[in-house]
């Protein structure tokens, strides 16, 4: 008996490089709960987290994304540190991105973790920006619903400055589905 060879067709091609792309995405939607990829904040024509997590349509889940203590006008060089809050009811994970830039896109100030949040936030560079974000020991909720982190800014000398901010509100069932993406966009100058 002579046996032939297995031949696939262009729509069996199709569904196996599609299967994989798909099974692509949701592994590394779960890698990356450690550290989300950089330049992801929304800003500067950058994608934001829904590259991976793709639930819903950017801030339409019914939560909250704040950014507290970022005055409208700074002081140059002084240290502000923000709290960076996302409240959903069913959050049982979250993670974020933030970036702070001149307008013309280029870093402005310098980003760090808070020392209370030393091991749950880290800061990666790119392309000469900094982007500070969760890791996996910040992708836990604070409280009920909640994901809370705290970084501190230190402001640059001069300039108009606008931070981006994107948020995960997760299920935390290791799928890139269930998740609802939330993003902000805020603006300081120096003082007068």
Known sequence: MTQRPARFGPALALACITGTLLLGSAASGRA?????PPAHTGGFSEPLCTEC?????????????TVDGLPPE???????????TMAQARLAAGGFQMSARFT????????MAADDDATRVAVTTSAGV???H???AGSHAVAPDTARWQVVWTAPASGEVVF??????GDDDES?????????????????
């Open 32 to 36: 990356e709960r450690d550290r989300p």
């Open 53 to 65: 997590h793709f639930q819903a349509d950017v801030n339409t889940g019914g939560g909250t994304l």
């Open 74 to 84: 700074y002081e140059p060089r002084r240290a502000y540190t923000l709290d960076i």
């Open 104 to 111: 013309d896109g280029t870093q402005a100030g310098t980003l």
């Open 130 to 132: 900094q982007y500070i």
């Open 134 to 136: 969760h890791v996996y």
């Open 164 to 169: 981006h901010v994107a948020a995960n509100a």
């Open 176 to 192: 890139p589905m269930g998740d609802m993406i939330y993003a902000a966009s805020l603006r300081t100058a120096p003082g007068k």
